[in-house]
């Protein structure tokens, strides 16, 4: 619940006035009983039809300036809730933009897509009810007590008997709705992720006929959130029918005990009827309270949750030049001894206990001069990307060090790190943007650059080719355009700015030998004094790099030329031979 009030805050003049404008109609609600009280056991017997009149006009005025202030409150607390939750996602959403990447790992993609969505709907269905039903319900109640005190007092301790004990039962049920709140989330998370995995794969699911399998791996996740809403619902909904059972009884007294005292002269007649309508005024305070706790429960689970990732450190250290290590060689690009394990720098991310991992890097050491290139080879999982991870500082090493132009990367400002790079890495995202936006990326690159860009990447044939040219729009994940285009809109994007640092993360698996050869020739000519580094599974890719890195099961087994490697590393030469072989066939 900090997160709510710490945003309310931010809003405090606003949310005050809301507040007040609310108090005000609360107090003209309260007045509208009152006044009929006295019309009935005042004005009536008076036998004065104009003080009838004034009077009812009076209350009739009550009754409209009461509902313009509700509704005037009600859309001040509508706007200042969207306001916050506004401020809530914009907030979320550039935390998640800095987590490293063992912190985005550690929550998951699943959690904090509904942490942007059903949470901070939750958060903005809070902070609306504070600033509404949080000040009516009170006032109902309290206001409804205190004037029934003032009018009868045996009566209203009727009333004051019954209170505690339904405010126990809602405080009772509430705490122990938060916790099952929060599960509920959790399952939530689980749906969202079997939901992306099952949009994003939904080829592969129809390919292989998986279609049965997938719906009821989908209907169990489905069942055990139902289950957990139901009991989560289930303990909330306890105080509701207790209330109204109480509620129904202590109406049957007041009207009971009413009327033998109206009866022996007592009370008037016209107490009684304000008495039961003050007596319905609180019971909806009573259930406006049990609302509110329901409310609350589910939204102090949601922040909660959101709290967990705004709280969440992003900023990566940055080491002094004497705490940084300091790089064997003056090579541009160097490791020395690397060791990574996946997950083992997540602690600060909730849901990571710490447990030790299988290592994706062992002991990576390798160097490359300024406009040099490097070629990164190896089966599936060998830990390429990975590699490339470490360089761009997406996570911290295990061990060793990594080093940029003499520096290590830890030294750096993350964007002063980053800016040196162009990349396109390995299943990439096309946005759902015009080709010109997605090759310029928001960086008001010329048209001149765009074109340079998209014919070093052989784009330009097929860009030529649409009647929009660079203007024709993708669709969402690129779905209108084959994989061999896509790739090389992604390879124009990562060579538009020059970088100094080029990294091709399996950026031509989709295209043919001839068209990557061609792109390969064209980087070479264009952007030699950017260093290369290629991630690729085709010897041919990478055979004439400076440098081939070979890796098998995060582990180098081979480093040096084409030449080189063909007669030191059976591996590659095996992977050569086949691969030629076939292309030879």
């Not at 004497?322 to 990574?340: M, Y």
Request: overall charge negative.
């Amino acid at each position: 619940m900090k997160l709510i009030f710490r945003y309310l805050g931010q809003y405090k003049k606003t949310v005050l006035l809301a507040v007040f404008i609310k108090l005000m109609a609360s107090f003209c609600e309260l007045a509208l009983p009152y006044i009929f009280e006295h019309i009935v056991d005042n004005v009536v017997p008076s036998g004065d039809l104009f003080l009838v009149i004034v009077w009812g006009l009076g209350m009739f005025a009550a009754a409209i300036i009461c509902r313009t202030l509700n509704v005037t409150a009600n859309r001040r607390a509508v706007d200042n809730a969207h306001h916050i939750s506004y401020d809530v996602r914009q907030a979320l959403f550039r935390k998640t933009s800095n987590l490293t990447g063992s912190q985005f790992d550690a929550f998951g993609l699943p959690s904090l897509i509904s942490r942007m969505t059903s949470d901070s709907y939750n958060v903005q269905s809070a902070v609306q009810q504070f600033q509404t039903l949080c000040v009516r319900a009170p006032m109902m109640l309290l206001g409804g007590v205190i004037v029934s005190l003032t009018m009868d007092v045996h009566l209203a301790m009727i009333l004051v008997v019954m209170l505690p004990v339904l405010i126990a039962v809602i405080l009772f049920v509430s705490s122990r709705g938060i916790p099952l709140y929060k599960t509920v989330q959790g399952k939530l998370d689980n749906i969202v992720r079997i939901m992306r995995e099952n949009i994003t794969g939904i080829r592969v699911v129809k390919a292989l006929s998986k279609e049965e399998y997938e719906k009821r791996r989908f209907a169990v996740a489905n069942e055990e959130m139902t289950r957990s809403d139901i009991k989560a619902a289930t303990i909330m909904a306890i105080p509701s029918p207790l209330m109204q059972m109480c509620l129904n009884g202590g109406l049957t007294l007041v009207v009971l005990i009413g009327a033998g005292r109206v009866n022996d002269g007592l009370m008037k007649p016209g107490v009684i009827l304000a008495f039961l309508t003050y007596f319905n005024m609180i019971t909806m305070g009573v259930m406006g309270l049990s609302r509110i706790f329901m409310t609350m429960s589910k939204a102090s689970a949601s922040a909660d949750r959101i709290d967990a990732v705004l709280q969440t450190d992003t900023t990566q250290s940055i080491l002094s030049g004497e705490e940084a290590l300091t790089p064997q060689g003056d090579e541009f690009i160097r490791f020395e001894h690397v060791d990574f394990s996946y997950g083992e720098d997540s602690g600060d991310a909730e849901g990571f206990h710490g447990e030790s991992r299988e290592k994706a890097l062992s002991d990576i050491s390798f160097a490359i001069r300024k406009g040099e290139s490097l070629g990164i080879i190896g089966p599936t999982g060998c830990g390429k990307t990975t590699i490339i991870n470490l360089l761009m500082h997406f996570y911290d090493a295990t061990a060793g060090g990594i080093f940029v132009d003499g520096k290590d990367v830890r030294c750096y400002e993350k964007d002063e790190l980053r800016r040196r790079f162009g990349a396109a890495f390995q299943n990439d995202m096309i946005f759902k943007d015009t080709l010109r936006e997605n090759i310029d990326f928001g960086r008001g690159l010329s048209e001149a650059i765009l074109r340079q860009a998209v014919r070093d990447a052989m784009a330009v044939e097929f860009v030529d080719s649409l009647a929009e040219g660079l203007d024709y729009e993708a669709s969402i994940k690129g779905a209108n355009l084959s994989g061999g285009q896509k790739q090389r809109i992604l390879v124009a994007r990562a060579l538009a700015a020059s970088p100094e640092i080029l990294i091709l993360d399996d950026a031509s698996s989709a295209l043919d030998y001839k068209t990557d050869a061609a792109m390969r020739k064209a980087i070479r000519q264009h952007h030699a004094d950017s260093t290369l580094i290629m991630i690729a599974q085709r010897v041919s890719s990478v055979m004439n790099m400076d440098k081939i890195l070979v890796l098998d099961n995060g582990n180098c087994i081979g480093y040096g030329t084409h030449e080189e490697l063909l007669d030191a590393c059976p591996a590659y030469r095996e992977t050569y031979e086949i691969q030629m072989g076939a292309i030879a066939g």
